[in-house]
């Protein structure tokens, strides 16, 4: 299965950016759709974006959409995800995520991503 990696997270002030990486090992990473999902104390988890396999169509969440953009470099395999105007509801730990192969485009629950990193933590307070 692939391995994934995530880095980048950290402490930022109200209105700061954050740029979360997260890099697969293995051959399957261009036929896979990514997503980001987040989880803060006491709440599920929580779809942030998701990204098909060529970068050409990307969807958001309601609650961070303008401010957040998600991006992939198949040749890295790497996905990004670039955080603006960051707010204090943003703290949360952040998962990356590989999509099971039959799942629908228009599916953002958690139970349709199969492979998942380890999280990193992004913390927005002053």
């Known amino acids: 299965q692939v391995q994934l990696v995530e880095s980048g997270g950290g402490l930022v002030q109200p209105g700061g950016s954050l740029r979360l990486s997260c890099t697969a090992s293995?051959?399957?990473?261009?036929?896979?759709?990514m997503g980001w999902f987040r989880q803060a104390p006491g709440t599920e988890r929580e779809f942030v974006a998701t990204?098909?396999?060529?970068?050409?169509?990307?969807y958001y969440s309601g609650s961070v959409k303008g401010r957040f953009t998600i991006s992939r470099d198949n040749a890295k395999s790497t996905v990004y995800l670039q955080m603006n105007s960051l707010k204090p509801e943003d703290t949360a730990v952040y998962y990356c995520?590989?999509?099971?192969?039959?799942?629908?485009?228009?599916?953002?629950?958690?139970?349709?991503?199969?492979?998942w990193g380890q999280g990193t933590q992004v913390t927005v307070s002053s």
């Open positions: 293995g051959r399957t990473f261009s036929t896979t759709v």
């Open positions: 995520a590989g999509k099971r192969p039959n799942s629908l485009w228009s599916n953002h629950e958690a139970t349709s991503y199969d492979n």
């Open positions: 990204i098909n396999r060529s970068g050409s169509n990307t």
